[in-house]
């Protein structure tokens, strides 16, 4: 799967239903009967949707830890917490659980994210906050993330 693209706001329904949006359909029309993961992130409260492929492919990866070390276990449980399998309904919304609306303080207005292989849905007021508190910073993180990546010769 390529790279997800784009920054949506939607409105999610007093039962937390919302409808994924068309661009992400259209980015995910393969993916969309194999349907999703709905998880907790672990860096913030908001929660990420994989496609089932992508969300199986990172879970083989998960499995290849010691079992008989305590903190594996530990990370393992922490990592499955709250996952639960999402698909979309006939008119195209996905249910965010109420364990996660609780977790990720989710109200009405909401932002879906794309993050690489995944969406992140967050609330809007969340979101802002943690684009407005992150943007000071990202000159240096981009440095100290990017800024070793020596370019392929001929490029």
């Given at each position: 799967?390529?790279?997800?693209?784009?920054?949506?706001e939607?409105?999610?329904?007093?039962?937390?239903r919302?409808?994924?949006?068309?661009?992400?359909k259209?980015?995910?029309a393969?993916?969309?009967?194999?349907?999703?993961?709905?998880?907790?992130?672990?860096?913030?409260k908001?929660?990420?949707?994989?496609?089932?492929?992508?969300?199986?492919?990172?879970?083989?990866?998960?499995?290849?830890?010691?079992?008989?070390?305590?903190?594996?276990?530990?990370?393992?449980?922490?990592?499955?917490?709250?996952v639960?399998p999402?698909?979309?309904?006939?008119?195209?919304?996905?249910?965010?659980s109420?364990?996660?609306?609780?977790?990720?303080?989710?109200?009405?207005?909401?932002?879906?994210?794309?993050?690489?292989?995944?969406?992140?849905?967050?609330?809007?007021?969340a979101?802002?906050?943690?684009?407005?508190?992150?943007?000071?910073?990202?000159?240096k993180?981009?440095?100290?993330?990017?800024?070793?990546?020596?370019?392929?010769?001929g490029?």
């Open positions: 799967m390529d790279s997800l693209f784009g920054v949506y939607c409105s999610a329904d007093a039962k937390g919302v409808m994924l949006p068309v661009a992400f259209k980015q995910l393969k993916q969309l009967k194999g349907g999703f993961v709905m998880k907790r992130s672990i860096f913030s908001s929660l990420e949707l994989y496609p089932m492929a992508t969300w199986n492919e990172m879970v083989k990866e998960v499995n290849k830890l010691n079992k008989f070390v305590k903190k594996n276990v530990e990370f393992i449980r922490m990592f499955n917490y709250g639960v999402v698909e979309l309904d006939v008119s195209g919304r996905l249910l965010i109420k364990d996660l609306i609780t977790f990720s303080g989710i109200n009405k207005n909401i932002v879906m994210a794309a993050a690489g292989d995944r969406i992140e849905i967050w609330d809007t007021k979101y802002e906050k943690f684009i407005n508190d992150s943007t000071q910073d990202f000159e993180l981009a440095e100290d993330v990017m800024g070793g990546i020596q370019p392929t010769p490029e």
